[in-house]
């Protein structure tokens, strides 16, 4: 699985981005999916994650009720839709795949497949 993150930009306090990650392959349906940030100097963090079904979605506390991840099996499409963004929010986001089930939904360790990260920076 090839993954290409993109989305990412410069936005005010309070603002929005849409990440959207394209994943190569026929089998999409069959992994799940995640968002990891990364700020400097900071190990790699989980954002949010979803089933291969996209029946289950997980979030960090940090992003509940901001942040929405979704998935589109037909396009073989991840999409993190941030809202209320904040000035902490500010990091590479990386989008994230395994074939495995749910199990270390939130552990980057258990994530085979990475794309390159996108920058998210958020001005106060």
């Known amino acids: 699985v090839q993954l290409q993150a993109s989305g990412g930009g410069l936005v005010q306090a309070g603002g929005s981005l849409r990440l959207s990650c394209a994943a190569s392959?026929?089998?999409?349906?069959?992994?799940?999916m995640a968002w990891f940030c990364q700020a400097p100097g900071k190990g790699r963090e989980f954002v949010a994650g979803i089933s291969g079904s996209g029946v289950s979605t997980y979030y960090a506390d940090s992003v509940k009720g901001r942040f929405t991840i979704s998935r589109d099996n037909a396009k073989n499409l991840v999409t993190l839709q941030m809202n209320s963004l904040k000035p902490e929010d500010t990091a590479d986001y990386y989008c994230?795949?395994?074939?495995?089930?749910?199990?270390?939904?939130?552990?980057?360790?258990?994530?085979?497949?990475w794309g390159q990260g996108t920058l998210v920076t958020v001005s106060s």
């Open positions: 392959g026929r089998t999409f349906s069959l992994y799940k």
């Open positions: 994230a795949a395994d074939i495995s089930p749910t199990v270390g939904m939130r552990s980057a360790a258990a994530y085979d497949y």
